[in-house]
């Protein structure tokens, strides 16, 4: 691994639960000595990812607010699905979430709020989420590639059994074709417990990329849900159409609608 990747590493040690960082967090975290760990939070700090907090203490800095920033504004995922998100929240009710596999994580890129939106969804814009609970996280579970589903059985067998999935390959398969013949997963309490979702994965070409997902609250007062796996699948596939489209052309078609 380069310099550069090790000292890359350092932003990873920032969690929800791990707000602020020591050098010494960075010795024992990474196993490098005490100089290496203080020079990674010397070259962060003069980059602007992170910044003192306290005495010996670092949290996120100013250019991690710049780079998100960016990200809203140049994703081709978001550019693709913004607009059709803000339609099936407005048709539904529910929020609206497009989210990215990331690893064995699950990251909310964008949402949309409608008029039934739960008081709180735990699938917060940026905030990594477990791959096997909920439609938004299950549904890209259910497409990945065998090789990628044998990673997740060889090093998460614990997680899934946690999460009610069987924990070996052959039996995770067979579950997760069940899923993929349904086209959209419907999930109710499976993360947050008065929540449903209604989930549908989202490719450019043949790569996986991530979900559309619609969640409400459970009460919402919906005259037929029976209609959003449809409108949920309609939505995927367009955004998966634009993401065809050279930049330009999906540039000039959004601002045709």
Known sequence: MTTPAKVLQ????????????RATDVEALLGVSPATAYRYLLDLEEAGMIERAGAGEYVLGPTIVELDRQIRVNDPLIAAAADIMKNLSDRTGGTALLSRWHGRKVICVHQTLGRFSPQAVSYERGRAMPLYRGATSKVILAYLDPARLRDVVRHDASALRKAGLPASFDALSTALAAIRAEQV???????????????API???KALLGSLSI????????????AI?????????RIEGRLELPARDRTNRGHAK
């Open 215 to 226: 969640v409400m609250a459970k009460d919402a007062p919906l005259v037929d849900r029976r």
């Open 10 to 21: 350092v932003l990873g040690l920032f969690t929800q639960e791990r707000k602020q960082l």
């Open 185 to 199: 997963l419907h999930t109710a309490g499976e993360v947050d417990p008065n929540v449903m979702g209604w989930a």
């Open 229 to 237: 796996p449809d409108q949920v699948l309609r939505a995927a596939l």
């Open 203 to 205: 490719h450019q070409g």
